[in-house]
């Protein structure tokens, strides 16, 4: 079954191989970015896969703009519980990284001049996380509080894909 879904992902996401824009990214001028909420749950891995095969990566809240938008899709949306970001400690428990490879403490951020995400007090996990009470409690996620988490990676849950802006918007009816 899991092989049928990944399949039917694949084989979906051809049109964008062909160049087309998937028209269920809606575009955010102040986060400068294409965004999805995947409504179908995911495992963390799954949904980064799916996020990728679409041209796009899970959303991080690395700036306060995306943070936003994360925000406002999640109310707008309204998940029952958190959703997974791009931030992960896959590769070492408790190194949190985004997709893209930058560490947690090192994301820069525009509203505190030449700090980090961790100096401007943004990385603030939910109170008593990240805990790690077990293995695979790898995978970050966020509340509606736009507080982190750390959650189970192999737990389904919503996630939101975010594209960079100069992806040709050509949206096929």
Not at 97 to 106: A, M, N, W
Request: charged share 20%.
């Amino acid at each position: 079954m899991k092989s049928c879904f990944k399949f039917f992902v694949l084989f979906y996401c051809l049109d964008f191989i062909n160049g087309s824009f998937r028209c269920d990214y809606k575009y955010s001028s102040k986060a400068q970015a294409w965004f999805k909420f995947a409504v179908v749950p995911a495992n963390w891995f799954d949904a980064r896969l799916r996020c990728l095969l679409e041209g796009a990566v899970l959303a991080s809240p690395t700036t306060p703009e995306i943070l936003t938008e994360m925000r406002n899709i999640m109310n707008r949306s309204n998940p029952e519980y958190e959703i997974f970001t791009g931030i992960h400690a896959t590769v070492s428990q408790g190194d949190y990284y985004t997709i893209e490879g930058t560490p947690l403490s090192k994301i820069p951020v525009s509203w505190a001049e030449s700090q980090t995400l961790v100096e401007a007090g943004y990385s603030k996990f939910s109170s008593g996380q990240p805990n790690n009470v077990a293995p695979g409690q790898s995978c970050g996620g966020i509340y509606r509080s736009s507080l982190l988490v750390d959650i189970f990676c192999d737990r389904p849950a919503t996630f939101i894909c975010e594209k960079s802006p100069g992806f040709p918007f050509v949206c096929r009816a």
